[in-house]
């Protein structure tokens, strides 16, 4: 195995500067590439194309390329609009990043733009304390995958109502949805991490749901925001359990926090 030569560089709580034929990269901790230089100067350099690509990350300009949709541009400074509105959260930095590190972002910004047209400016920042926790996955089109147990005849555990079969829509009224975070058990169509819905596996199914973020209404304060309420999801299928307990969950992820 060829060895690596190290590279010479200087590192302080904000930044890391790296000397390259002569010359100084400095990268502060805001840089979108920030963690991949760290982690390739750390491994050392094995060749030519290893310091070629350590040079592109620091390059900013083509760390951030320009971005143009219908409803969202991203500048090459790293500014992201919607609607010609200026937009700058955790999920925005998300996006830039993947962004300046050649990921597809078109799943996120559909995402984005779900989670825009959502009327509650509360359930938008309280959906994102539901994913931050969770590590819960995004589809093509900007939806939500989760987790909901129901009974042995697909019906919901609550009301005994609502068919939750494959292929099924289930919805109410979303002004009879409880919007209030501090109530933890109330009305509304309810999604969880599987944390918590596996726990009321026993004798049911477990399902896998679809929701639009514009369908979240509110995610309650208990168990550490591992359960929703929204208006509207679809079913789009049933976890089979292994013997090891398992399930196939994860073959549906399309981007997460991993």
Same mark, same amino acid.
């Given at each position: 195995?060829?060895?690596? /030569? +190290?590279?010479?560089?200087?590192?302080?709580?904000?930044?890391?500067?790296?000397y390259?034929?002569?010359?100084g990269?400095? =990268?502060?901790s805001?840089?979108?590439?920030?963690?991949a230089?760290?982690?390739?100067?750390?491994?050392?350099r094995?060749?030519?194309?290893?310091?070629s690509?350590?040079? =592109?990350l620091?390059?900013?300009?083509?760390?951030?390329?320009s971005?143009?949709?219908? /409803?969202?541009n991203?500048s090459?400074?790293?500014?992201?609009?919607?609607n010609?509105? /200026?937009?700058?959260? %955790?999920?925005?930095?998300?996006?830039?990043?993947?962004?300046?590190?050649?990921?597809?972002?078109? $799943?996120?910004?559909?995402?984005?733009?779900n989670?825009?047209?959502n009327?509650?400016? =509360?359930?938008?920042?309280?959906?994102?304390?539901?994913?931050?926790?969770?590590?819960?996955p995004?589809? $093509? @089109?900007?939806?939500?995958l989760?987790?909901?147990?129901?009974?042995?005849?697909?019906? @919901?555990?609550?009301?005994g109502?609502?068919?939750?079969?494959?292929?099924?829509?289930?919805?109410?009224?979303?002004?009879?949805?409880? &919007?209030?975070?501090?109530?933890?058990?109330?009305?509304?169509?309810?999604?969880?991490?599987?944390?918590?819905?596996? /726990?009321?596996?026993?004798?049911?199914?477990?399902?896998?749901?679809?929701?639009? $973020?514009? &369908? %979240?209404v509110?995610? $309650?304060?208990?168990?550490?925001?591992?359960k929703?309420r929204?208006?509207?999801?679809?079913?789009? @299928?049933?976890? +089979?359990?292994?013997?090891?307990?398992? &399930?196939?969950?994860?073959?549906?992820?399309?981007?997460?926090d991993?």
């Open positions: 195995m060829a060895s690596r /030569t +190290p590279y010479t560089f200087i590192t302080t709580e904000t930044s890391i500067t790296c390259l034929d002569g010359r990269y400095t =990268a502060s805001e840089h979108p590439n920030y963690n230089i760290t982690e390739l100067v750390k491994k050392g094995k060749n030519s194309k290893g310091e690509k350590l040079v =592109a620091f390059d900013t300009a083509k760390a951030i390329r971005y143009v949709g219908k /409803t969202i991203i090459d400074s790293g500014v992201l609009t919607h010609k509105i /200026t937009v700058d959260n %955790v999920l925005t930095e998300k996006i830039i990043r993947m962004l300046a590190e050649g990921y597809d972002i078109d $799943p996120m910004l559909n995402f984005l733009i989670l825009r047209s009327p509650s400016f =509360a359930a938008q920042q309280e959906l994102m304390l539901f994913l931050e926790v969770n590590d819960m995004i589809t $093509p @089109d900007g939806h939500v989760a987790y909901k147990s129901v009974r042995s005849n697909y019906k @919901d555990a609550f009301s109502t609502f068919d939750n079969s494959v292929g099924s829509i289930c919805a109410m009224e979303r002004g009879s949805v409880n &919007d209030d975070r501090s109530t933890t058990c109330s009305a509304g169509l309810h999604f969880a991490a599987k944390k918590y819905a596996g /726990t009321f596996h026993t004798s049911g199914h477990l399902m896998i749901l679809k929701i639009n $973020p514009a &369908d %979240v509110s995610i $309650p304060l208990d168990y550490k925001n591992m929703g929204c208006c509207r999801y679809e079913v789009i @299928d049933e976890v +089979p359990m292994a013997e090891s307990g398992d &399930d196939n969950f994860n073959t549906k992820v399309v981007y997460d991993n």
